[in-house]
């Protein structure tokens, strides 16, 4: 393809990018392919001679878009949202044209100088205190791909640092700490690097989320059988019900530990934190005292396209020390004078995306009034969601709303004043998702909360109005009608309702 | 930004983009910014407001592109090629547009099945055999981020698989092995896992590839100490020099120590077996004999925009057995049943890009005559090269020629028949270098090579031709005889020639 081609090629690609956000609300969220569908439509050979690209722009039309979920449908509430913005695609697309792996100050410096200034516009949007700028030159910023890559980084770090201060001490002796609540990556993060996971009990008293007596009694106990609890991977946000552990408790018992190493997983909520009245929340307080490292997902709730994984460390040091190789064909003049930062040793890999470029695009275009704009949008919308759940008959929370998150549940409220038991509900929740996972024109997520089976609604998807909303709480009660009818009749017929 | 806002900025970004390549062989290849320049230009702080997109779009022509050095430029010889096509970016366009993070199934089904055709496609591409493609139910290709993920992976997955058949084991007693020559991303994924790297010897006679007999007597000398080295990562086309360890003799040796994994890495160079002349010297027999995993970056000389790392593994389960993790709210029909890859378990994180639209572009666009005239070109044009070197008078090539990688310097012809020291030889051509990377009219970068400081040049850019060839050589030939000049002025008037 020359250029011209691509000229033209490139304009057809972005009317049918208009014509698929013009049409989205049209679709369904979710696909109607079975599985192996593509198989069937596609050949198993590569072909031998070049095609035009007007048939393969075409067949992406024809037979993928039919088989994606689209996460950017305003009726898309599973998981959390995937940010999607235009000027998020502008960045990806710029950056894509210049294909600069700037793994280094040489190898491109606009890409390194660029990643240090919006990472501490980035830290200054949420909150973050000085010690996490970049330009503070101790500690920074960095952009990863995921909060698992960021959290596998910290723990990395942490764990090179206990090592490095407790030298004697044996790799199977040390301990991740995690809650029950905790992302899988607490638990891959262990797998990957072979260390123990300890998840720490949280109670639905407690929103889920860790006490400070909770940690201390662990520590104390892990401490005293020999173990090395080095790292806490603390949440704020958690996945399944977006609980926070309380960081105010955790710095108390912290204070008495210095060699434990908190790492604070934000990925969805923290940038919540761009509005001053959710800070207390997020605990931004304590994470500007206490935290080693701090992530959060800008290509969840924070408009910045995947991947914008932000991590930001007290110290860069913590990093370099823990992933700093450097060959011979790496060394550079302003690397070596110290003058410049080189990322490479800041992440896992070596080649990294320009990825910075796209948070400067939509960091710019949206203005930190864009950001409180959207983010109290999502949560506003969760609140109107939140009072539908309280009106309804049968729904109820599981636990309270948190941010742009509901999780809640069939409980069924009969005249004949029934009450059930937590299997009879978790089966009857369990055949309720069933119901909604089967329909093509809403997407949520079940999850599981100390035993008790529930279901997800997240709010962000930018074309989500009230009137989404009010669809699918409709939606929901009607199915959950649904399905405590056929419930009643399985489990009055003798067969089990499970 | 509104749909027809972004149609707007679309079309000229697209047209930006033309205006790149247009005036790509006009621009120096390296920046001339200096450190800490973009910081002079950029608000310390985030705006309040957002601000009209034309104006950060003209901030990234002004300030931007004057500070990236140009991967694309047909005179960019540094490090290897990084892959940049029209049809690769208009994959990366779509893909964003849809912002999909399918990591399993049911998050997009067309993100996984494409992944699944397109990695065999690649994979026959390669003439990789049927154990390693999707179809087979077994093996398996995945992609990734980098080949330092993908090294990172399989050596995860060996250590899983090695404490599994060897549970007594301690993690202090594992060895990963590579040679002297294998990138970085052995010594990283060392210190990433804690775990202890050697570097097995290689020597210029064998052109820094690995011998059998070197490993064989590695292995032994180890198990006798009590170490278990569970991982060979051997390599097809080394950064510094483009070597080749000799699989053939690894093969032999492999067959007796069965518990070691072989992990090739054929980051830059795999590609190369997209043609059938070049597949005897990727030793693509022993390597669909032998190895538990392959990989190789479509992001260097593939033709597919980074990031487009490939790994295949021998055995699927290799990888799902080390790294899956389930929690409630990831559980799928689909993926219960097993119908399904969910390839969250063939990675280290949990999102995922859709990169195999941008696959499935350029694989069709070039067809596979489109890819092996790419190589062929890239050989060629190397070649043409190396023949300049031949013929100059002061420079010489430190190891044969490799694929479209030379490396060569700067050995002094005298009259006098001077013989140099390898001290003053390395003095010299670090000067010589400092010369070289001090323009900004080519990029190329240094290497030491068994302790003999050297010179990389490698092709690879889509608009190099002869003529650049032929600059860059006589640019090479007068920087030698400046250096040259200055070194023996400096030498003889009793200076340091360092």
Same mark, same amino acid.
């Given at each position: 393809?020359?250029?011209?081609?691509?000229?033209?090629?490139?304009?057809?690609?972005?009317?049918?990018?208009?014509?698929?956000?013009?049409?989205?609300?049209?679709?369904?969220?979710?696909?109607?392919?079975?599985?192996?569908?593509?198989?069937?439509?596609?050949?198993?050979?590569?072909?031998?001679?070049?095609?035009?690209?007007?048939?393969?722009?075409?067949?992406?039309?024809?037979?993928?878009?039919?088989?994606?979920?689209?996460?950017?449908?305003?009726?898309?509430?599973?998981?959390?949202?995937?940010?999607?913005?235009?000027?998020?695609?502008?960045?990806?697309?710029?950056?894509?044209?210049?294909?600069?792996?700037?793994?280094?100050?040489?190898?491109?410096?606009?890409?390194?100088?660029?990643?240090?200034?919006?990472?501490?516009?980035?830290?200054?949007?949420?909150?973050?205190?000085?010690?996490?700028?970049?330009?503070?030159?101790?500690?920074?910023?960095?952009?990863?791909?995921?909060?698992?890559?960021?959290?596998?980084?910290?723990?990395?770090?942490?764990?090179?640092?206990?090592?490095?201060?407790?030298?004697?001490?044996?790799?199977?002796?040390?301990?991740?700490?995690?809650? !029950?609540?905790? #992302?899988?990556? *607490? =638990?891959?993060?262990?797998?990957?690097?072979? $260390?123990? &996971? +300890?998840?720490?009990?949280?109670?639905?008293?407690?929103?889920?989320?860790?006490?400070?007596?909770?940690?201390?009694?662990?520590?104390?106990?892990?401490?005293?059988?020999?173990?090395?609890?080095?790292?806490?991977?603390?949440?704020?946000?958690?996945?399944?019900?977006?609980?926070?552990?309380?960081?105010?408790?955790?710095?108390?018992?912290?204070?008495?530990?210095?060699?434990?190493?908190?790492?604070?997983?934000?990925?969805?909520?923290?940038?919540?934190?761009?509005?001053?009245?959710?800070?207390?929340?997020?605990?931004?307080?304590?994470?500007?005292?206490?935290?080693?490292?701090?992530? !959060?997902?800008? #290509?969840?709730? *924070? =408009?910045?396209?995947?991947?914008?994984?932000? $991590?930001? &460390? +007290?110290?860069?040091?913590?990093?370099?020390?823990?992933?700093?190789?450097?060959?011979?064909?790496?060394?550079?003049?302003?690397?070596?004078?110290?003058?410049?930062?080189?990322?490479?040793?800041?992440?896992?890999?070596?080649?990294?995306?320009?990825?910075?470029?796209?948070?400067?695009?939509?960091?710019?275009?949206?203005?930190?009034?864009?950001?409180?704009?959207?983010?109290?949008?999502?949560?506003?919308?969760?609140?109107?969601?939140?009072?539908?759940?309280?009106?309804?008959?049968?729904?109820?929370?599981?636990?309270?709303?948190?941010?742009?998150?509901?999780?809640?549940?069939?409980?069924?409220?009969?005249?004949?004043?029934?009450?059930?038991?937590?299997?009879?509900?978790?089966?009857?929740?369990?055949?309720?998702?069933?119901?909604?996972?089967?329909?093509?024109?809403?997407?949520?997520?079940?999850?599981?909360?100390?035993?008790?089976?529930?279901?997800?609604?997240?709010?962000?998807?930018?074309?989500?109005?009230?009137?989404?909303?009010?669809?699918?709480?409709?939606?929901?009660?009607?199915?959950?009608?649904?399905?405590?009818?056929?419930?009643?009749?399985?489990?009055?017929?003798?067969?089990?309702?499970?």
């Amino acid at each position: 393809m020359d250029i011209e081609a691509f000229r033209k090629a490139g304009y057809k690609a972005i009317d049918d990018i208009c014509d698929y956000y013009y049409s989205l609300q049209e679709k369904s969220v979710v696909s109607n392919v079975k599985p192996g569908y593509l198989a069937e439509l596609v050949p198993s050979e590569p072909p031998v001679k070049g095609e035009p690209f007007q048939n393969i722009a075409n067949d992406y039309q024809k037979l993928i878009v039919p088989g994606l979920t689209h996460w950017q449908h305003p009726s898309f509430f599973a998981y959390y949202p995937t940010a999607c913005t235009f000027e998020g695609m502008l960045g990806d697309l710029y950056a894509s044209s210049a294909s600069n792996p700037g793994f280094n100050w040489y190898a491109s410096p606009a890409c390194t100088e660029l990643e240090v200034i919006v990472m501490d516009w980035a830290a200054k949007l949420l909150g973050l205190g000085p010690a996490f700028w970049n330009s503070s030159g101790v500690g920074g910023g960095c952009i990863q791909s995921t909060a698992s890559d960021a959290a596998l980084i910290a723990i990395v770090a942490a764990r090179s640092l206990y090592q490095r201060t407790h030298p004697d001490v044996e790799l199977d002796k040390l301990v991740i700490y995690t809650t !029950t609540q905790t #992302h899988s990556l *607490g =638990l891959k993060a262990g797998l990957i690097l072979g $260390l123990q &996971v +300890r998840a720490l009990e949280v109670t639905s008293g407690d929103k889920f989320g860790l006490r400070g007596e909770t940690l201390r009694k662990a520590l104390e106990a892990d401490t005293k059988a020999g173990k090395h609890p080095f790292i806490l991977v603390a949440t704020v946000g958690t996945t399944s019900s977006g609980a926070v552990d309380n960081l105010a408790e955790i710095k108390t018992v912290a204070v008495k530990y210095p060699s434990l190493w908190i790492h604070v997983d934000a990925a969805w909520a923290g940038v919540a934190m761009v509005c001053p009245e959710y800070r207390e929340q997020c605990y931004l307080q304590d994470i500007n005292d206490i935290a080693h490292s701090f992530c !959060t997902n800008f #290509h969840k709730w *924070g =408009l910045v396209n995947f991947d914008a994984s932000t $991590l930001w &460390v +007290r110290d860069r040091k913590y990093l370099t020390e823990a992933l700093d190789v450097t060959p011979p064909f790496l060394r550079t003049a302003e690397g070596d004078a110290g003058r410049v930062i080189d990322y490479r040793n800041w992440h896992l890999a070596l080649g990294r995306k320009f990825r910075s470029l796209k948070f400067w695009f939509v960091i710019r275009s949206y203005g930190i009034e864009g950001f409180q704009k959207y983010i109290r949008q999502s949560i506003s919308l969760n609140e109107s969601f939140a009072e539908k759940i309280s009106q309804s008959k049968h729904l109820e929370h599981v636990t309270p709303p948190s941010f742009a998150l509901s999780v809640f549940r069939l409980v069924p409220k009969l005249d004949s004043q029934r009450v059930f038991t937590l299997d009879e509900l978790n089966g009857l929740n369990k055949q309720y998702y069933a119901r909604i996972s089967s329909r093509k024109d809403i997407a949520l997520t079940q999850t599981v909360l100390n035993g008790v089976s529930c279901i997800r609604l997240a709010v962000g998807a930018a074309q989500t109005t009230k009137e989404h909303i009010e669809k699918a709480s409709a939606l929901l009660n009607e199915e959950a009608e649904e399905a405590l009818k056929v419930w009643l009749e399985t489990s009055s017929s003798g067969q089990s309702p499970n």
